[in-house]
Every structure is written in C-alpha cells, then in structure tokens.
C-alpha cells in the first residue's frame, strides 16, 4: 500500500495539471453531457497535464480524484 501524501479532485475539467510536485496516481472518467466515453487510471509526475483526448467526443470532459503517492 502506498502512503497517501495529498489529494485533488478533478470535476468537469477539459484539462487538468496535476499539482507540481511529486508523484500522483490517478483516475477519471471520461464523457460528455450524454454519455460515458472511458475510464483512465495512471500514474505521473507532478506538473504533468492531463487531457481526454477523444477528438470523436467534442466536449468530453473529466471527472476524478488524483492521490500523491510520492
């Protein structure tokens, strides 16, 4: 089990850049106002910005919860 050392939440974001330090895991839901497009879980280092990148969705956003783990 990883030590929790923060906690964001990603809601209705079209991007989002994960806090600047350390290291985050993550995982979001990817849709748009009608459907459900895909679900992303991962990890990166802080700084990184995240995109639903689904050109076949326009308006595709994400909603989630980042956890830095280092």
């Given at each position: 089990a990883y030590g929790l050392k923060g906690m964001d939440m990603i809601i209705a974001r079209t991007t989002y850049t994960l806090p600047g330090y350390g290291t985050?895991?993550?995982?979001?839901?990817?849709?748009?106002?009608?459907?459900?497009?895909?679900?992303?879980?991962?990890?990166?280092?802080?700084?990184?910005?995240?995109?639903?990148?689904?050109?076949?969705?326009?308006?595709?956003f994400m909603d989630g919860i980042a956890f830095r783990s280092a």
């Amino acid at each position: 089990a990883y030590g929790l050392k923060g906690m964001d939440m990603i809601i209705a974001r079209t991007t989002y850049t994960l806090p600047g330090y350390g290291t985050w895991k993550y995982m979001y839901l990817v849709a748009t106002d009608s459907e459900f497009v895909d679900m992303v879980i991962g990890e990166n280092a802080g700084g990184t910005t995240l995109v639903p990148n689904y050109p076949s969705y326009p308006g595709a956003f994400m909603d989630g919860i980042a956890f830095r783990s280092a």
